[in-house]
């Protein structure tokens, strides 16, 4: 009788190998916290959705994104894009070296494409969010990377919200991290996300998800599409080539050719973001000044101040309590 073999394996090292094959940050989730807390009810989707056979351990693999990058300012530069679609490619060669090296142990395993939406639940409407297969940040927190912040962001201490996530799954039983209690973030008081969004979007321990995608994602499938239907629907020939031939055409097809674009876009609430040991250290020098302020957005941020300040913070809140953390 043949038995499969397996190597004795711990957490640390599954943590090393994956830091000497790129990670800056590693954490390692218990499958069944994430399938009995899902961060939405009413839309679950939990590794035990994904398949049964790796849902025991989620590893999250984190890559800072690089500061060069972050200096351009404008939320939609398309070298940034570039950037941060590299630091992601890295990611991944990152986690899938991880899997064969697993495998090679005697764990297979599976990575799990964050950055995609599942396209059996696609609705086929602009008005709609797609989530993500599996949610990385609540997977980041639970395996002890981060919390969430104001609008929902993945914060780090060591390079607050400018991290990008891999999730690999893993039937393993190796020891986990412990969750986060406290929140890194400070709420409304500090509020530097919601003064930099170029889309409004950010809320009281919310966001407008449908209206941060177009920014998130800005040639993403529903800007394809929409673009796509506009061309068709133009009588004038010689207008409909010169569509085909505009900038709006060559950012697509740059989009569709790399992913820039499509999996990276905004970031800006990131970058301002001071917690971080980068913060400090580094980035302070280019992001201090926010002009996206505007006196509304001051005002809202003010009505939070005073809100919390009452105790009276919103359901999302309550909702997302175990994610952003116990507020001091
Ligand atoms: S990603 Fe951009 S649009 Fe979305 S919340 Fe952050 S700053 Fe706003
Ligand atoms: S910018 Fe400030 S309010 Fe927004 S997530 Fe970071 S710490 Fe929280």
Redesign the pocket.
Known sequence: MSSVYKASLTAATIKAKARELGADLVGIAAGAALNENPPNRANPRRPMDITEFDADRVIVLAKRASSGATRLSAWNDRHKLYNDELVLSQLEEASLDLVYWLEDLGYPALIVPVHHVDPTRYQGGPERHDANLLSADHAAVEAGLGTL???Q?L?TPEF??RVHLSVVMTSLEVEVDRRMETA?????S?????KSCPGDT?RHWDRDWVACDRFRSPFGFHHLSDYMISVVREDDKDKQIMMLRSRESADLFASVLRGGGIITGCRR?GE????GDDYERSLKQWVDEIPEVTPEKQQRLESMVTAEENGDRPAVYAEQARWIGRLD
């Open positions: 912040g104001l609008n962001q914060l607050g919200p890194l973030c400070p709420g409304p500090c509020g530097r996300c919601l950010v609430c301002v973001c001071p917690v």
